[in-house]
């Protein structure tokens, strides 16, 4: 047995270590949402200063109108609960798991190698280290309890499928909420345009009203633009990822219960995966 990517000898030789960086994904920082994010309004705040007159760039008419109005609106979409736990799904997409399908593939052929060789129940070892991982502690542990498997592999596609659907749901809010900021800037738009009209014989006036026209459209298409569609973009790109990841544990767990040659795992795997990160636990 040989790993062409991380497999050291200890494995080759039947150890019981297992590749930490396949088993424990480790929490980062996703630079390219951070960089991107702060970089474009770095660019319009840098836009407005150079122009010599932010002061009028700010209303507080037109945030209340579009920054209330679009959390208010879009609350009326979904429930609260699930407008609070989209708060917390804006800091997910800034801090991240590094789970790669290929470590995961990787990682249950090991897992396949060491139950082929010592049985089912020289898994439960391995609990500790894969705790944090709950999709796969929970199938290896329908393994280790010895359910048919396919009964493990309809229980855990059934859990991914839910798990999507749910990432799925929190990436609409925030999506739904791209779609209600550049409304909401219309309507103040129509308020500063009829506050206009209604008072020009009091040419005083005339001039915040047509502030509160543009930049209400500025606010709106500034945040769903530059933070809610792209943020929601990056939180369907995640969720597409953990779906493969979870399908690699839900297909491996189930080869596992089946008592299929690791090998065979590995061909099916690798049907899974992209040409390029493709794995070579076997030569």
Request: proline residues 5%.
């Amino acid at each position: 047995m040989a790993n062409a990517s991380s497999a050291p000898s200890a494995q080759r030789s039947g150890s019981r270590s297992m590749p930490r960086h396949a088993i424990r994904p480790g929490v980062g920082i996703d630079y390219a949402t951070l960089v991107g994010t702060i970089g474009a309004f770095g660019v319009v705040v840098a836009a407005v200063f150079i122009g010599g007159t932010p002061g009028a760039f700010f209303d507080i008419r037109g945030i209340l109108i579009v920054v209330f109005g679009t959390l208010l609106v879009t609350t009326v979409s979904f429930s609260l609960g699930e407008m609070v736990k989209a708060q917390r799904l804006i800091w997910k997409a800034v801090t991240y798991q590094q789970r790669q399908p290929a470590d995961a593939a990787l990682m249950v052929t090991y897992l396949a190698d060491i139950a082929r060789r010592h049985g089912a129940l020289a898994l439960e070892q391995y609990e500790p280290e894969f705790r944090r991982e709950r999709f796969l502690a929970r199938a290896m542990q329908l393994v280790v309890d010895g359910t048919p498997g396919a009964d493990v592999e309809r229980i855990m596609m059934r859990e991914a499928e839910a798990t999507m659907h749910r990432h799925a749901n929190s990436a609409g809010i925030l999506r739904r909420a791209g779609e209600v900021s550049p409304a909401m800037g219309l309507i103040g738009t129509l308020v500063g345009l009829v506050q206009m009209l209604g008072n020009l014989e009091s040419p005083e006036t005339i001039g915040p009203a047509m502030a509160v026209a543009l930049l209400t459209t500025f606010y709106g298409a500034v945040l769903a633009n530059m933070f809610f569609m792209p943020i929601a973009n990056k939180l369907e790109r995640n969720s597409t990822i953990e779906a493969t990841v979870n399908q690699i544990y839900a297909q491996g767990a189930a080869s596992i219960a089946r008592q299929e040659n690791p090998r065979k795992l590995e061909t099916m795997l690798n049907t899974i995966l992209p040409p390029a990160d493709r794995i070579r636990f076997y030569e």
